[in-house]
């Protein structure tokens, strides 16, 4: 069984920046891509930030030159790296992973969610 633990979320002044770690355990064969999305109470859930196995990374326009998405292979670990953080970031933010199987392709797992709160 695999699972995402999150961590790092919380409360922030606005201009000041958080680092979000999200670990995958278990026994998965591989991981592949990876992502953060956000979502808001009344909200869409939103993409972030994605990075794929090689470590190509894209992000929503949204969060773009402010966050970075960066991953330790070894650790089977993401992370979402936000600076200048704005009112706006506050949501929700969920970790997602591609789990590959030995044999039988790939399925999705998402971690639970960690707050983050942007406010003075």
């Known amino acids: 069984q695999v699972q995402l633990v999150e961590s790092g979320g919380g409360l922030v002044q606005p201009g000041g920046s958080l680092r979000l770690s999200c670990v995958v355990s278990?026994?998965?064969?591989?991981?592949?891509?990876m992502a953060w999305y956000r979502q808001d109470p009344g909200k869409q859930r939103e993409l972030v930030a994605t990075?794929?196995?090689?470590?190509?990374?894209n992000y929503g326009d949204s969060v773009k030159g402010r966050f970075t998405i960066s991953r330790d292979k070894a650790k089977n670990t993401v992370y979402l790296q936000m600076n200048s953080l704005k009112t706006e970031d506050t949501a929700v933010y969920y970790c997602?992973?591609?789990?590959?199987?030995?044999?039988?392709?790939?399925?999705?797992?998402w971690g639970q969610g960690t707050q983050v709160t942007v406010s003075s």
């Open positions: 990075i794929t196995n090689g470590g190509t990374t």
């Open positions: 997602y992973t591609e789990i590959r199987t030995l044999y039988s392709g790939s399925y999705s797992a």
């Open positions: 278990g026994s998965p064969w591989s991981i592949g891509n």
